[in-house]
Nanobody, 121 residues
């Protein structure tokens, strides 16, 4: 069974950058679309980015598309989320998740445990 582990979160000042990693085990990531989601305190979880399996097509929610970049390295079974120009509003727990083949903001079957991103001066 596919297992996902996120890392790379932390405390960063506004304007800073982070690269989150999502490492898979138990199966290859090749057949999965991988999404990144975040949940801020008191708010619903939202999808921020997704990368499809074979084509590598990428998708972003409007609020992050100029600052977030998703990429995948299938040889390392890893998906990355590069976050630049961090804002306090980006503070949240970030999760990666997997679903079959194509991107959507729904119906993800596998989830990681999350990594905390805190943006504060």
């Amino acid at each position: 069974q596919l297992q996902l582990v996120e890392s790379g979160g932390g405390l960063v000042q506004p304007g800073g950058s982070l690269r989150l990693s999502c490492v898979a085990s138990g199966s290859t990531l090749d057949d999965y679309a991988i999404g990144w989601f975040r949940q801020a305190p008191g708010k619903e979880r939202e999808g921020v980015s997704c990368i499809s399996s074979f084509t590598g097509s990428t998708y972003y929610t409007d609020s992050v598309k100029d600052r977030f970049t998703i990429s995948r390295d299938n040889a390392k079974n890893t998906v990355y989320l590069q976050i630049n120009n961090l804002e306090p509003e980006d503070t949240a727990v970030y999760y990666c998740a997997a679903r079959d083949l194509t991107c959507s903001w729904r119906n993800f079957d596998y989830w990681g445990q999350g990594t905390q991103v805190t943006v504060s001066s």
